[in-house]
C-alpha cells in the first residue's frame, strides 16, 4: 500500500512539474498544429497547449502581457508590429497559403470569373481591415479594381473561420477565404481558386517571444514545426512550405 501511494505521489509530481509550451496561432492552422501537437506529446511528454485566433486579435494580446510563448501568425505585418516593440526574439517564414472563393455547396452560384463578384447580394471577408485573410482578399480585390464595387456587399467577420461559417450557415452568398479552411468545409463547396501567382503573397511567420517563460521547450518545438515531419503534415492540409525562409532575429 505504501509503495502505491508512493508511486500516485511520483505521477502527481510529476504531472504538476510537466513542461508547457504555450502556443498563439492563427485559427487557419487549427487542424494542422493540434496534428503535429499529438504527436510531438507522446514523444517528448511536453503540453503543447494552443491559443487559437484572428492573428491580428492574438498580436494585440501578447502586446497587452498575455503569457505566450510561440506567436505562428498569418501575415508578416502582426509579426513585424510585434518584432518593432521589442517582443520578438527570433522569427521564420515557414508557410504559404491561397484563396478561394467558396459558395455554399448546394444551390450557390458557379463562379469563373473574380468578376463576377458583383452579381453576388453579400460576400463575407475575415475582417478586412485587420485580420490577415481579410486583408489579403482585399488586396487581392483591390488589385483587380473590384473593391470599390464590392465594398457595400462584404460582411466582416471575426476571422477565416467565421466567414466561412457565414456561407455554411446561408447568412452569405460567396465568401474569400484560405484553401486550407475551405478544404475542410462540409456545406461549402469551391467556387473559384484565385492562381498563385495573381494572388497575395501570404506568408505564416513563426516566432520565439523575447518573454517566453519556457524557452527552451519553446525553442525545441519552433524547430519541430519546421521539421521534414511537421512540413509534411502541414502540405496534407494544404498548406504550402516556403521555398526559402526568411529567418530573423533581435
Known amino acids: 500500500m505504501r509503495r502505491l501511494f508512493a508511486a500516485v505521489l511520483f505521477c502527481l509530481a510529476a504531472s504538476a512539474h510537466a513542461v508547457e509550451v504555450r502556443v498563439f496561432a ?3 492552422l487549427t487542424e494542422a498544429l493540434e496534428e503535429i501537437a499529438a504527436t ?3 514523444k517528448t511528454g511536453v503540453d503543447i497547449v494552443f491559443h487559437f485566433g484572428a492573428s491580428s486579435l492574438l498580436a494585440r494580446q501578447i502586446e497587452q502581457g498575455a503569457p505566450a510563448d510561440l506567436f505562428l501568425s498569418a501575415d508578416e505585418a502582426k509579426m513585424d508590429a510585434l518584432t518593432a516593440k521589442g517582443l520578438v526574439a527570433t ?5 504559404s497559403n491561397t484563396l478561394v472563393i467558396v459558395v455554399p455547396k448546394d444551390g450557390g452560384m ?9 452579381n453576388v447580394r453579400s460576400l463575407a471577408l475575415a475582417e478586412p481591415s485587420s485580420v490577415p485573410a481579410g486583408v489579403y482578399a482585399r488586396m487581392w480585390l483591390q488589385k483587380l479594381g ?11 467577420t471575426e476571422n477565416v473561420r467565421g466567414a466561412l461559417a457565414a456561407v455554411e450557415s446561408g447568412n452569405v ?4 477565404v484560405y484553401k486550407t479552411d475551405a478544404r475542410i468545409a462540409k456545406q461549402t463547396r469551391i467556387a473559384y481558386e484565385v492562381p498563385r501567382a495573381n494572388g497575395p503573397a501570404i506568408s505564416y511567420p513563426f516566432a520565439l517571444l523575447r518573454n517566453a ?6 525553442t525545441r518545438f519552433l524547430a519541430h514545426l519546421r521539421s521534414k515531419d511537421a512540413l509534411r503534415i502541414f502540405v496534407k492540409h494544404g498548406f504550402l512550405p516556403v521555398s526559402t525562409s526568411r529567418s530573423d532575429s533581435s
Open 173 to 176: 452568398d460567396a465568401a474569400i
Open 110 to 118: 458557379n463562379i469563373t470569373s473574380p468578376a463576377q463578384l458583383t
Open 213 to 218: 517563460e519556457n524557452r527552451d521547450a519553446a
Open 26 to 28: 492563427a485559427v487557419s
Open 40 to 42: 510531438y506529446e507522446k
Open 146 to 156: 473590384l473593391w470599390e464595387r464590392l465594398a457595400s456587399k462584404i460582411v466582416p
Open 91 to 95: 522569427r521564420t517564414s515557414v508557410l
